[in-house]
């Protein structure tokens, strides 16, 4: 058995059936782990989340940013919905379309295995939010999302403020916990995302830290992989395992074994950069 954490596909169809023979995961007996952001940009977004759903069994997922969008996306009228880039509204229009955006819709926030030793997040944990405050915080926002409340919060997750403070209620609270689920980059030591910086480490203004470099940030008892930045790269350090690699720029598409004893990549193409022929 193995257990690999795979990084954003992005609609790169392609490259995640040559990742899935790479690893040669065998559904009997292995699990994957996908950090979110399976669709948008890729140009096989249908095709890739078709993938991941029959995949469903043997697999856990978590939302990415990209994913929330293309869920409030659906909320909206139909003239509305073919305004939108041709990979996602092949998704829109697709007859099985109800069928995958409903599983989506239920996807957590946040995936712990305590057995295992990780918490998988799509962009990163605010600062002082321990293990047990990520999860409780997620829960807060997948009640609604799974049920009656989830028009609503779609309707009104857009938006850079308020930043985040356990004073928050209602649909600023929604907001804030979203926002550092699955946009986080740099913040600052308060835990203020600075929505605008997405370079690499080294680009960022002054008094910005990526998330996971904060002074003072709290201790946690998981090790964590997620995906989001890929100027950032690979990185491993720090407890963090980075695996946004940029298969939908031309970058390699990254999967880590999580149970081995040692640490184990696996890489292969992504989809070719835009531009080339």
């Given at each position: ?124 944990l605010a600062p002082k939010w321990t293990t047990r405050a990520a999860e409780q915080h997620a829960r807060e ?137």
């Open positions: 058995m193995a257990v690999w954490a795979i990084g954003d596909l992005q609609g790169c169809y392609g490259a995640t059936r040559r990742l899935l023979d790479a690893i040669a995961f065998d559904p009997a007996c292995d699990r994957l782990w996908f950090c979110g952001d399976l669709v948008n940009r890729g140009g096989e977004s249908l095709e890739t989340l078709r993938l991941v759903h029959s995949l469903r069994a043997h697999a856990v997922t978590v939302l990415g940013n990209h994913d929330l969008s293309l869920l409030a996306i659906a909320q909206r009228t139909e003239a509305e919905q073919r305004k939108v880039n041709p990979d996602l509204q092949r998704v829109l229009f697709a007859e099985d379309r109800d069928e995958l955006l409903g599983w989506l819709q239920r996807q957590p926030l946040v995936y712990t295995d305590r057995q295992l030793g990780w918490l998988m997040v799509h962009a990163g926002v997948e009640r609604k999302l799974a049920g009656s409340g989830a028009q609503k919060l779609l309707r009104n997750m857009y938006g850079d403020h308020p930043a985040w403070s356990p004073r928050l209620a209602g649909t600023d609270r929604d907001r804030a916990i979203i926002n550092v689920f699955t946009r986080m980059r740099y913040c600052s030591p308060r835990g203020r995302i600075a929505f605008e910086e997405k370079g690499p480490p080294g680009t960022q203004a002054p008094g910005l830290y990526p998330w996971f470099e904060v002074p003072g940030r709290v201790e946690r008892d998981l090790k964590i992989v997620c995906g989001h930045w890929s100027s950032l790269g690979l990185f491993i350090g720090l407890g963090i395992h980075a695996l946004d690699t940029g298969a939908v720029w031309g970058g390699p598409l990254t999967a880590l074994q999580l149970d081995a004893g040692e640490l184990r990549i696996v890489q292969v193409p992504g989809r070719e950069a835009p531009g080339k022929a």
